[in-house]
Structures are given as structure tokens and as C-alpha cells.
């Protein structure tokens, strides 16, 4: 069983910048895909970035691509999301993900495990 717990969230101005991290307990993320999904009020869950095991596959939504960065690092079984020039619409709920065919897939039906989230709010 993987545990996923996510920190770094809050509030932030427009254009401002947060660092998300997700720590894993229970099991080494070693050979486990990681990924970032969001929530807004009233909407479904959207991909955001996903990483393999070995970080040779990254893929990002339109909406964050060349904005957000996705990381890990595997020794400190912990993955990283950094976000950069911030704005009000990337307002939401951000969950880490888990799965263990490590393959860095965008569909959350692919996930097995969940954090419980962290509020990241933009203001304008």
C-alpha cells in the first residue's frame, strides 16, 4: 500500500510561483509513474504533469506546459511540482497519483493511489 501525502499549497498573487512536493510512505516509489491532477470548484479532476520512474518521460497539459515543472527524486521518495507565473484559473485542489505500471499516462482511471490534496489559490 502506497500512502501519498501532499504539502506546499496556499495562497499566492498572480505571476507568483509554489513548489508542491508529494511524500510517499509504505513503499519506495521506485518503478511507480507520479502525476499531478487538479480540481477547481464545480469541475472534474484535469491532468496536469506526469513523470516515469526514471524521469525519461514527462508530459504536461496544454494549460501548464512551459509554466509548471514536474519532478522526483527517488531517493527521498518525493515528487515535485514546481509552478511558475501562477494564474487565477490554475485556482484548485492539486492531487499527487501513483501507478505502478510506470508508464506516465494522463488518465486518472490509470492511478491506483491518491494524496488527499492541497488548496493552491491565485488571486488577480
Known amino acids: 500500500q502506497v500512502q501519498l501525502v501532499e504539502s506546499g499549497g496556499g495562497l499566492v498573487q498572480a505571476g507568483g510561483s509554489l513548489r508542491l512536493s508529494c511524500a510517499a510512505a509504505?513503499?519506495?516509489?521506485?518503478?511507480?509513474?507520479m502525476a499531478w491532477f487538479r480540481q477547481a470548484p464545480g469541475m472534474d479532476r484535469e491532468f496536469v504533469a506526469a513523470i516515469s520512474w526514471s524521469g525519461g518521460s514527462i508530459y504536461y497539459a496544454n494549460s501548464v506546459k512551459g509554466r509548471f515543472t514536474i519532478s522526483r527524486e527517488i531517493g527521498k521518495n518525493t515528487v515535485y511540482l514546481q509552478m511558475n507565473s501562477l494564474k487565477p484559473e490554475d485556482t484548485a485542489v492539486y492531487f499527487c497519483a501513483a501507478d505502478p505500471v510506470n508508464l506516465a499516462r494522463l488518465s486518472e482511471l490509470e492511478y491506483d493511489y491518491w494524496g488527499q490534496g492541497t488548496q493552491v489559490t491565485v488571486s488577480s
Open positions: 509504505g513503499r519506495s516509489l521506485g518503478n511507480y509513474a
